[in-house]
């Protein structure tokens, strides 16, 4: 049995174990289509409605979100590389590889949260890089492992630093997102990083820095 729809509530219908209704939008490549939105109640589906309505009116709709993984690969290629000095690409795009893409790249792009992304930053300051990248599995296959095959975890963590720096690329990425109306905000920039502590730096005494003198001299160690 079909419901009748209340003013301004758009072309509501029965779908499957709910409701749906649709937009006609129109898509980054200039093409006008129909996106549909769906619920269980006649309120959900109408408040989606009412935001893709908003959506529609401000400018073109992306129609097949990627994931997080697939977004981050299009904007290395297609805005850090034409852009950036290619060293900062490489570093760019091992933090996505090594970091990014493992944790969170599964994710579909438009549904990531700050809690996904808290989350995962929580794991990844408290996960052991040799198992995770698979370090000491290659270290196996030439007969030199020392960590994860043979059973013992070296908790070789990331270092504050390396955890501020993955957030600053993906927060890069994002606010790329941001800026192409593909998403309405930047979730990476509401999330807590572990602080950087400084390193205490001890020097040596008098007595420890003749006795390195002196034993530079006696190797005759040319630097």
């Known amino acids: 049995m079909t419901s009748r729809r209340a003013n301004g509530e758009g072309s509501i219908f029965p779908h499957r174990s709910g409701l749906a209704a649709y937009v006609w939008i129109t898509t980054p490549s200039g093409k006008r289509q129909r996106k549909y939105v769906y619920g269980r109640s006649r309120e959900i589906v109408h408040s989606r409605w009412v935001e893709l309505t908003r959506k529609a009116a401000r400018g073109p709709i992306v129609t097949m979100v990627p994931t997080v993984g697939q977004f981050l690969h299009r904007w290395l290629e297609e805005t850090v590389a034409p852009n ?9 795009e091992s933090h996505v590889k090594n970091y990014i893409e493992p944790g969170i790249g599964a994710v579909r ?3 990531l949260r700050v809690a996904d992304v808290q989350a995962w930053l929580n794991r990844l300051a408290a996960q052991c890089q040799c198992c995770a990248q698979g370090k000491d599995v290659r270290r196996a296959l030439r007969g030199t492992a020392r960590c994860c095959t043979l059973g013992k975890c070296c908790h070789q963590v990331p270092s504050p630093r390396t955890i501020k720096d993955v957030r600053t690329v993906l ?3 994002l606010h790329s997102a941001v800026r192409q109306e593909l998403i309405d905000r930047n979730v990476a920039q509401l999330v807590q990083i572990p602080k950087q502590r400084k390193r205490k730096i001890l020097p040596w005494t008098s007595e420890e820095a003749r006795r390195f003198v002196e034993s530079a001299r006696s190797s005759a160690d040319p630097l």
């Open 171 to 173: 927060r890069s990425a």
């Open 84 to 92: 950036l000095a290619p060293l900062i690409y490489a570093t760019y």
């Open 109 to 111: 792009f438009d549904r």
